[in-house]
């Protein structure tokens, strides 16, 4: 059997162009899914597959490429995927730097660093529609999508509230895009949710197994399912005594933390966000260096 | 006196029909069933003027196509035929001018479903159908207020519990599910969640039906106290003569698909004019 | 101090790639590697499954995938799947005439004698489900002899031809309403994605595709009870196809090649719907690449439930499109089932805030 050499960017040309067109037509409707036909990538359904072929169909020759899956560039689906995309994409480079990269293909996190207008994230989605919780026929959601009906998700978060004092819904926070449509804005924290709003860089969504991709434009509004007398919470980091927890390795105050057992059943934590982590570091030796 | 709704020739056909439908059914035929083309002719030819805060009834058996009356009005379905306008009356505190008209059957889903929300109040024979029994009673209540955009947590909760109380639910059940409460205690929480938005037009079909004597008339008691409270017009379907004469000063009666009656309550109790009427207001006696 | 270790990604994939060869090359280092023909040909129904499943004909990758993924059906599969998006689509296939397909094998279960009669073919179907321990070592020289002994004594004027379908003797006698000629195109699954509610074609698209066992378990809940279809198969068939496609420069359609496919129709109850005509039976259509019997039945079952469900409500899992046609495919069902493997820290730990404020609540409620 001859051996197949691949394509730039693994697609044949037309099927990029065919998601481009998707990510066109996203952009111009801020929150809507759009449907688009999905390829069967080398890696499983549920593995990025979505965010990868839109990562592939944007990427040009110039592109210098940063993976994360849980904030790190070092998890092993984020080398993966790294690994695939240059193995495919001869040429383009590949970063772990937030600041220098200008395409950031991600996992359940949003960057620490601020991103800026140069850049554009995409970010890969198990569920792309936030009223699958209320309503599992994906015909009817269609039209309550449409009419921007989201009561019956509304009244989740007024349940919540009456039964736990709290919106128990952790990550995946639903959240409404320009006034209309109310996006999933996959397994992100909600510490990452206000990051989508007025964002400088463009935000693709890409859900492979699902078949859709979704965008929140640059400088768009994107606000967090609430109600007016009830603030929306991100994750609490403060340690009993109500003092805010620092990352054990870096010394920063102001990070999404992962929390770590062990094996004494102590607890500590790290910046979730490894290159946030590595710059504050590296700043802090610097500092202390200046200092000596 | 203001109307509110104008509905004229309506009509529904369930199946393919055929030119000889019309002609082949209705009380003179003694069926509503095409026996050319086996379609159901559920009404035909329905008209009527509901005026504001006054209270209509829709009277007939089971089949008659009372149901499928205020079923079409609610845009549950569809009708075959036929027309209807709603005139809105916008309420004093909102600018008191004369509110807007809408021709029910040429809205999108979408218009439909904005007055379902905000000017209509539907409550069903089947607690099942009016109320979601997953979510607690004052959840149920809240759905309907978020579908009108009211987003204050707070505002919300006094709204569900201040008509809870109206409804007479004990505040203490606010936030039990509906699945565990009395028929009548169902019914009553249905009444609170179709009043939410304060709509100027109410339909009632067979509310009362399948409760116990005394519930019933706690039930018809509470809808005429709302009624004289709010002014809401109301249509109410019923198969029971005890509830068309104490709620409704005007009342059509339907069988086989077609109105055979109409007119005032008292006169078509007390003088009859269609054998079918006679037969039911005897019988009831 | 070190970044935590649970990170540390490259070497481990490495690692695990290193692992799983070995175990491809087994434990004793003194095993023969398999060879594609032996699984192209010994192993023919695994690749028939591999090829329906993966939506690509192509028996000789397929067999490469099985021995790649040593016999995961659904990583094969998914294999074929991934390697079909780094080709364009240069031609659109016309609709294919099945009458004109070459079987190996055609039953009805309908008619005790049907045009140009029954053909078992290569079937098990009645054969006893008993271990042949011979087999175990089976010498080269018996196993050759097998397929000599076997074209011997076939006459070459018996090799089978084509044969009348019999849904063609249903329809003259008017018990099956006339074929609607669709003059729309097939809906493309791999160029489009299913947004319901969907054309029969693209229903059946993703059937053909579907994975086997998942395919077969829905369609056996509307078997006993969980629907009303009450099947009887018509006609099964297997066999090579050939394929159609118009010629690149005159567009005059000419044979390409052929293709093995299984092919079921199924008959069910007859519905009244008065006012276009008399009742007539009802039909449910399978089809699919390679020899799948059970796939290409349960497929038929399944389009008819579907059929059902999508012109009167789906009364039951099995009539509802969306349930059915999102649920499944192998590709995107193993996937996702596969990616909870993957770490989820920064959810779990979103969970575990909301967990800790609630539990906090409620203690403060006491």
């Given at each position: 059997?001859?051996?197949?050499?691949?394509?730039?960017?693994?697609?044949?040309?037309y099927?990029k162009?065919?998601?481009?067109?998707?990510?066109l037509?996203?952009?111009?409707?801020?929150?809507?899914?759009?449907?688009?036909?999905?390829?069967?990538?080398?890696?499983?359904?549920?593995?990025?597959?979505?965010g990868?072929?839109?990562?592939?169909?944007?990427?040009?020759?110039?592109?210098i490429?940063?993976?994360?899956?849980?904030g790190?560039?070092?998890?092993?689906?984020?080398?993966?995927l790294?690994?695939?995309?240059?193995?495919?994409?001869?040429?383009?480079?590949?970063t772990?730097?937030?600041?220098?990269?200008?395409?950031?293909?991600?996992?359940?996190?949003?960057p620490?660093?601020?991103?800026?207008?140069?850049q554009?994230i995409?970010?890969q989605?198990?569920?792309?529609?936030?009223?699958?919780?209320?309503?599992?026929?994906?015909?009817?959601?269609?039209?309550?999508?449409?009419?921007a009906?989201?009561?019956?998700?509304?009244v989740?978060?007024?349940?919540?509230?009456?039964?736990?004092?709290?919106?128990?819904?952790?990550?995946r926070?639903?959240?409404?895009?320009?006034?209309?449509?109310?996006?999933?804005p996959?397994?992100?924290?909600?510490?990452?949710?206000?990051?989508?709003?007025?964002s400088?860089?463009?935000?693709?969504?890409?859900?492979?197994?699902?078949?859709k991709?979704?965008?929140?434009?640059?400088?768009?509004?994107a606000?967090?399912?609430?109600?007016?007398?009830?603030p929306?919470r991100?994750?609490d980091?403060?340690d009993?005594?109500?003092?805010?927890?620092?990352?054990?390795?870096c010394?920063?105050?102001?990070s999404?933390?992962d929390?770590?057992?062990?094996?004494?059943?102590?607890?500590?934590?790290?910046?979730?966000?490894?290159?946030?982590c590595?710059?504050?570091?590296?700043r802090?030796?610097?500092v202390?260096?200046?200092?000596? | 006196m203001?109307?509110i709704l104008?509905v004229?020739?309506?009509?529904?056909?369930?199946?393919?029909?055929?030119?000889?439908?019309?002609d082949?059914?209705g009380?003179?035929?003694?069926t509503?069933?095409?026996?050319?083309?086996?379609s159901l002719?559920?009404?035909?030819?329905?008209?009527?003027d509901l005026f504001?805060?006054?209270i209509?009834?829709?009277?007939g058996?089971s089949?008659s196509?009372?149901?499928?009356v205020?079923?079409t009005?609610y845009s549950?379905?569809?009708?075959?035929?036929?027309?209807?306008?709603?005139y809105?009356?916008?309420?004093?505190?909102?600018g008191g001018?004369s509110g807007?008209?809408?021709?029910?059957?040429a809205?999108?889903?979408a218009?439909?479903?904005?007055?379902?929300?905000?000017r209509?109040?539907?409550?069903?024979?089947?607690?099942?159908?009016?109320?979601?029994?997953n979510?607690?009673?004052?959840g149920?209540?809240?759905e309907?207020?978020?579908?009108?955009?009211?987003?204050?947590?707070?505002?919300?909760r006094?709204?569900a519990k201040?008509?809870l109380?109206?409804?007479?639910?004990?505040?203490?059940?606010?936030?039990?599910?509906?699945?565990?409460?009395?028929?009548?205690?169902?019914q009553?929480v249905?009444?609170?969640?179709?009043?939410?938005?304060?709509?100027?037009?109410?339909?009632?079909?067979?509310?009362?039906?399948?409760?116990?004597?005394?519930?019933?008339?706690?039930?018809?008691?509470?809808?005429?106290?709302?009624?004289?409270?709010?002014?809401?017009?109301?249509?109410?379907?019923?198969?029971?003569?005890?509830v068309?004469?104490?709620?409704?000063g005007?009342?059509?009666?339907?069988?086989?698909?077609?109105?055979?009656?109409?007119g005032?309550?008292?006169?078509?109790?007390e003088?009859?004019?269609?054998?079918?009427?006679?037969?039911?207001?005897?019988?009831?006696l | 101090?070190?970044?935590?270790a649970?990170?540390g990604?490259?070497?481990?994939?490495?690692?695990a790639?290193?692992?799983v060869?070995f175990?491809?090359?087994?434990?004793?280092?003194?095993?023969?590697p398999?060879?594609l023909?032996?699984?192209?040909?010994?192993?023919?129904?695994l690749?028939s499954?591999?090829?329906?499943?993966?939506?690509?004909?192509?028996?000789?990758?397929?067999s490469?995938?099985?021995?790649?993924?040593?016999?995961d059906?659904?990583?094969?599969?998914?294999?074929l799947?991934?390697?079909?998006?780094?080709?364009?689509?240069?031609?659109?296939?016309?609709p294919?005439?099945?009458?004109r397909?070459r079987?190996?094998?055609?039953?009805?279960?309908?008619f005790?004698d049907?045009?140009?009669?029954q053909?078992?073919?290569?079937?098990?179907?009645?054969?006893?489900r008993?271990m042949r321990?011979?087999?175990?070592?089976?010498?080269?020289?018996?196993?050759?002899?097998?397929?000599?002994?076997?074209?011997?004594?076939?006459?070459?004027?018996?090799?089978?031809?084509?044969?009348?379908?019999?849904?063609?003797?249903?329809?003259?006698e008017?018990l099956?309403?006339p074929?609607?000629e669709?003059?729309?195109?097939?809906f493309?699954?791999?160029?489009?994605a299913?947004t319901?509610p969907?054309p029969?074609?693209?229903a059946?698209?993703t059937?053909?595709?579907?994975?086997?066992g998942s395919?077969?378990?829905?369609?056996?809940?509307?078997?006993?009870g969980?629907g009303?279809?009450?099947p009887?198969?018509?006609?099964?068939?297997v066999?090579?196809?050939?394929v159609?496609?118009?010629?690149?420069?005159?567009?005059?359609?000419?044979e390409?090649?052929?293709v093995?496919i299984?092919?079921?129709?199924?008959?069910?109850m007859y519905?009244g719907?008065?006012?276009?005509?008399?009742p007539?039976f009802?039909l449910?259509y399978g089809?699919c690449?390679?020899?799948n019997?059970?796939?290409a039945?349960?497929?038929?079952?399944?389009d008819?439930?579907?059929?059902?469900?999508?012109?009167?409500?789906?009364?039951?899992?099995?009539?509802?499109?969306?349930?059915?046609?999102?649920?499944?495919?192998?590709v995107?069902?193993?996937?996702f089932?596969?990616?909870?493997?993957?770490?989820h820290?920064?959810?779990?730990?979103?969970?575990?805030?909301?967990?800790?404020?609630?539990?906090?609540k409620?203690?403060?409620?006491?």
């Amino acid at each position: 059997m001859t051996s197949h050499a691949y394509n730039f960017g693994f697609l044949d040309e037309y099927a990029k162009k065919e998601v481009r067109r998707a990510i066109l037509k996203a952009i111009a409707i801020p929150g809507y899914q759009v449907p688009y036909a999905s390829r069967e990538m080398p890696m499983g359904r549920g593995f990025g597959t979505g965010g990868l072929q839109l990562t592939l169909a944007l990427i040009g020759p110039d592109e210098i490429v940063k993976v994360i899956d849980q904030g790190s560039d070092d998890s092993v689906n984020a080398v993966n995927l790294r690994q695939f995309i240059e193995m495919t994409c001869p040429g383009v480079s590949t970063t772990t730097c937030t600041a220098e990269c200008t395409l950031l293909q991600t996992r359940h996190r949003i960057p620490e660093l601020p991103l800026t207008a140069e850049q554009i994230i995409v970010l890969q989605v198990p569920y792309p529609d936030p009223l699958v919780v209320v309503e599992s026929s994906e015909n009817k959601r269609k039209t309550m999508h449409g009419e921007a009906d989201y009561s019956r998700l509304l009244v989740k978060l007024y349940e919540d509230i009456v039964k736990y004092d709290e919106i128990t819904i952790s990550h995946r926070y639903p959240t409404r895009i320009n006034g209309h449509y109310v996006i999933d804005p996959s397994p992100i924290p909600r510490w990452d949710v206000a990051k989508l709003n007025n964002s400088a860089a463009l935000l693709l969504f890409g859900a492979g197994r699902e078949k859709k991709i979704y965008a929140v434009p640059p400088h768009t509004r994107a606000e967090p399912l609430v109600f007016s007398d009830v603030p929306f919470r991100v994750e609490d980091f403060r340690d009993e005594a109500g003092q805010r927890r620092v990352c054990a390795r870096c010394g920063c105050a102001n990070s999404f933390l992962d929390e770590f057992v062990g094996d004494a059943g102590n607890k500590t934590y790290q910046c979730s966000d490894s290159d946030w982590c590595d710059e504050q570091l590296q700043r802090a030796e610097q500092v202390q260096g200046v200092a000596a | 006196m203001n109307k509110i709704l104008e509905v004229r020739n309506l009509g529904k056909i369930y199946g393919p029909g055929c030119p000889q439908c019309i002609d082949s059914t209705g009380p003179e035929a003694d069926t509503n069933l095409c026996p050319h083309c086996d379609s159901l002719v559920a009404m035909h030819g329905v008209s009527f003027d509901l005026f504001e805060g006054e209270i209509l009834g829709i009277m007939g058996e089971s089949g008659s196509g009372k149901s499928t009356v205020v079923n079409t009005l609610y845009s549950e379905q569809a009708p075959s035929a036929g027309e209807a306008i709603f005139y809105d009356p916008v309420s004093a505190a909102e600018g008191g001018k004369s509110g807007k008209q809408h021709e029910l059957f040429a809205l999108n889903a979408a218009q439909q479903r904005w007055l379902r929300n905000h000017r209509f109040g539907m409550v069903y024979q089947n607690p099942q159908r009016g109320l979601n029994f997953n979510i607690t009673a004052g959840g149920n209540i809240a759905e309907r207020l978020l579908m009108s955009d009211l987003m204050d947590y707070g505002a919300i909760r006094e709204r569900a519990k201040s008509l809870l109380a109206r409804t007479e639910v004990l505040l203490s059940r606010v936030d039990d599910l509906p699945k565990n409460f009395s028929g009548g205690m169902q019914q009553r929480v249905q009444i609170a969640k179709a009043l939410a938005t304060r709509p100027p037009l109410l339909f009632l079909d067979e509310v009362t039906t399948g409760l116990d004597l005394s519930v019933q008339a706690r039930i018809l008691d509470l809808i005429l106290e709302i009624q004289q409270e709010l002014k809401t017009s109301m249509i109410v379907v019923t198969h029971d003569l005890g509830v068309i004469r104490l709620l409704t000063g005007r009342a059509i009666v339907m069988k086989y698909g077609r109105v055979i009656e109409a007119g005032l309550t008292d006169q078509i109790l007390e003088d009859p004019q269609h054998a079918y009427t006679q037969r039911l207001v005897a019988s009831a006696l | 101090m070190a970044y935590v270790a649970i990170k540390g990604g490259r070497a481990a994939i490495d690692g695990a790639a290193e692992a799983v060869e070995f175990m491809r090359a087994g434990s004793t280092g003194k095993e023969a590697p398999l060879q594609l023909d032996a699984i192209e040909q010994q192993l023919r129904l695994l690749v028939s499954r591999v090829i329906s499943e993966g939506g690509l004909y192509h028996p000789r990758l397929a067999s490469l995938a099985i021995k790649q993924f040593q016999g995961d059906t659904l990583e094969a599969a998914f294999a074929l799947r991934a390697y079909r998006s780094t080709k364009p689509r240069l031609l659109e296939t016309p609709p294919q005439d099945t009458s004109r397909m070459r079987c190996i094998r055609r039953i009805s279960s309908a008619f005790k004698d049907i045009p140009g009669g029954q053909m078992l073919g290569p079937t098990y179907d009645y054969a006893l489900r008993l271990m042949r321990l011979e087999l175990a070592d089976e010498t080269p020289e018996h196993f050759r002899a097998i397929s000599r002994r076997f074209l011997a004594a076939t006459p070459e004027a018996q090799l089978p031809a084509t044969f009348p379908k019999v849904l063609d003797a249903l329809r003259a006698e008017g018990l099956l309403p006339p074929v609607a000629e669709s003059r729309e195109a097939a809906f493309d699954i791999t160029r489009e994605a299913l947004t319901f509610p969907v054309p029969r074609s693209a229903a059946l698209a993703t059937l053909a595709r579907a994975e086997t066992g998942s395919l077969l378990g829905i369609a056996y809940s509307n078997m006993r009870g969980y629907g009303d279809i009450h099947p009887t198969v018509a006609e099964l068939r297997v066999g090579y196809l050939p394929v159609m496609l118009p010629h690149p420069v005159t567009g005059e359609t000419m044979e390409a090649g052929e293709v093995l496919i299984t092919e079921c129709e199924v008959v069910a109850m007859y519905e009244g719907n008065a006012a276009d005509g008399p009742p007539t039976f009802t039909l449910g259509y399978g089809a699919c690449l390679g020899h799948n019997e059970t796939k290409a039945i349960s497929m038929a079952i399944l389009d008819r439930a579907l059929q059902k469900g999508m012109k009167d409500g789906a009364a039951n899992p099995s009539e509802d499109p969306e349930f059915v046609l999102l649920h499944v495919d192998g590709v995107d069902s193993m996937g996702f089932c596969s990616h909870y493997k993957m770490p989820h820290y920064v959810t779990f730990q979103s969970d575990m805030d909301r967990l800790r404020t609630t539990q906090k609540k409620s203690k403060e409620r006491v």
